[in-house]
């Protein structure tokens, strides 16, 4: 059992009625999956199984919430009520039964480790390698430190200077840009050097 010191600083900041509720569904999750990890995700204790989200667990004001980041097809009949699967928590007594939990947890188990959930929103298509233009390969070609440097940058890096420079109008511009960016290259600096500083 992987415990996290942040979760247990979560649930005993909590309210009277919350802690316990917590305290409970984090128990029954580690006997139902042995293996399951815990860390803290958007401010909340989550549960990760082979590296990918599981379930989750939060505390408000009147009520706690308990969801499976994929959710098994076993409605409860709370799903609207708050976040997660069993509405608003409230006392003990709100949770489900022990074994309809366990049932619930297997399925969500299976889910995961069949990969057959849903995620939770489609996969962006990767974006086209940036368009390197003439002024830019001139550089390069000119200073192979530069196009070291620039060879090194992740894709975005890159796009940000292929960019810079395309979409300038005047050939004046792009030229004065191009030599900028020959200097910062050099020195292996990405195009926004001076603002990761802040």
């Known amino acids: ?17 919350a802690r316990p509720i917590l ?13 399951l990890e815990e860390t803290i995700k958007w401010g909340m204790p989550f549960f990760v199984r082979h590296g990918r989200p599981f379930a989750n667990m939060a505390a408000f004001k009147a009520h ?26 409230t006392a003990l007594a709100d949770l489900p039964d022990p074994a309809s939990f366990a049932a619930t947890v297997a399925a969500a188990v299976a889910l995961v480790d069949d990969g057959a959930g849903k995620p939770m929103r489609p996969a962006r298509p990767p974006k086209p390698a940036p368009v390197v233009p ?13 196009a070291d440097h620039f060879a090194a940058f992740a894709p975005s890096c890159r796009r940000e200077y292929c960019d810079w420079i395309s979409e300038a109008k005047r050939p ?13 290259l050099h020195e292996g600096k990405r195009r926004h050097w001076k603002h990761e500083a802040c």
């Open 134 to 146: 003439p002024e830019l390969a001139a550089v390069l070609a000119a200073d192979p430190v530069a």
């Open 172 to 184: 004046e511009t792009r030229d004065k840009r191009a030599a900028e960016a020959a200097i910062w």
């Open 23 to 35: 305290i409970e569904l984090r128990a029954r999750l580690h006997a139902a999956v042995p293996g």
């Open 64 to 89: 706690a919430s308990f969801g499976f980041w994929q959710r098994p097809d076993q409605p409860t009949g709370k799903e609207g009520e708050a976040m997660g699967q069993f509405g608003k928590l």
């Open 1 to 17: 059992m992987s415990i996290d010191s942040r979760v247990d600083a979560y649930i005993a900041k909590q309210a009277d009625f």
